[in-house]
């Protein structure tokens, strides 16, 4: 069983930078993708970034020029530097990886974590 832990988030001034961590156990396949969702209130989950195991990026254009994912496969942590933040990226963000086992496309999902950013 896959278990992914998010923390780092919190209430930040605008302008203001967090950094998120998402510590993943018990990986079962081979990871196909990593990344960072959010879902604001009323809103959709949404992709924020994604990392692929060949180390291709995928930012929404709202994170581009911003956020920045990276994993440290020794310590299995996926991590989102998030720079420049602003009201409009308050939301709850979650960790997420998909992986393959043998034919099977698994998907898992961290708890979340909040982020607030508010003056």
């Known amino acids: 069983q896959v278990r992914l832990v998010e923390s780092g988030g919190g209430l930040v001034q605008p302008g203001g930078s967090l950094r998120l961590s998402c510590a993943a156990s018990g990986t079962i396949g081979s990871i196909k993708t990593m990344g960072w969702y959010r879902q604001a209130p009323g809103k959709q989950r949404e992709l924020v970034a994604a990392l692929t195991s060949g180390g291709s990026t995928n930012y929404a254009d709202s994170a581009k020029g911003r956020f920045t994912i990276s994993n440290d496969s020794v310590k299995n942590i996926l991590y989102l530097q998030m720079n420049s933040l602003q009201p409009e990226d308050t939301a709850v963000y979650y960790c997420?990886?998909?992986?393959?086992?043998?034919?099977?496309?698994?998907?898992?999902w961290g708890q979340g974590t909040q982020v607030t950013v508010s003056s």
């Open positions: 997420n990886r998909q992986t393959k086992l043998l034919t099977t496309d698994l998907n898992y």
